[in-house]
C-alpha cells in the first residue's frame, strides 16, 4: 500500500501483513511482481554498520531495489537530479522502492539496524554509476 510518491520512481510503502495484532508476533510478506513491481534476482543486507558511516554513494542505470529495515534503523538521502530529499526507514513494516537513476546513500546506522535490499536484478557493476556529476549528466 502507497504510503507516499517522494519522486517519479521512488515511493514508501506499507508491506502487506499477514497477521495483525497476533500475540505471536507480525508476518509480513512480499511477493516480486504482486507487492513490489519487479521480479526479485537478488536480496542482500547490510548490519554491525557503523552510524557515524555512510553506504551507497551510487546510482543504478536500469536496476530495481526496495529496501526495509527489519530492525532499527537508517536514513536514505534520495537525489534524483533535480531534488534530493531525507527519507528515515524505521522498523519492518514500511519499504521504499527505487526505481532506476536514483543517486542514494544511507546514514545514521542505528546500532541494531539490518538493512534488507530486494533487486531486480544480479550484481553488474556496469548498471553502477559512481561518479555524481555522471549521474547528474545521465538525471537530465
Known amino acids: 500500500m502507497l504510503i507516499r510518491q517522494i519522486m517519479d520512481n521512488c515511493a514508501l510503502h506499507r508491506l502487506p501483513s499477514k497477521n495483525p495484532g497476533d500475540p505471536r508476533g507480525m508476518l509480513s510478506v512480499i511477493e ?12 542482500y543486507f547490510l548490519a554491525g554498520t557503523p552510524g557515524d558511516l555512510v553506504r551507497g554513494s551510487h546510482a543504478h542505470r536500469a ?3 526496495y529496501a526495509m529495515c527489519v530492525s532499527g534503523s537508517c536514513i536514505f538521502d534520495i537525489d534524483d537530479g533535480r531534488r534530493r530529499e531525507s527519507i528515515v526507514l524505521s522498523g519492518p513494516d514500511v519499504g521504499l522502492y527505487m526505481g532506476p537513476l536514483l543517486w542514494h546513500e544511507m546514514r545514521a546506522f542505528s546500532l541494531d539496524c539490518v538493512l534488507l535490499v530486494l533487486a531486480s ?5 556496469a548498471d553502477y554509476i559512481r561518479n555524481h556529476a555522471e549521474f547528474q549528466e545521465l538525471a537530465r
Open 32 to 43: 516480486g511482481e504482486r507487492d513490489i513491481p519487479f521480479a526479485i534476482a537478488r536480496v
Open 63 to 65: 536496476l530495481e531495489q
Open 121 to 125: 536484478a544480479h550484481y553488474d557493476e
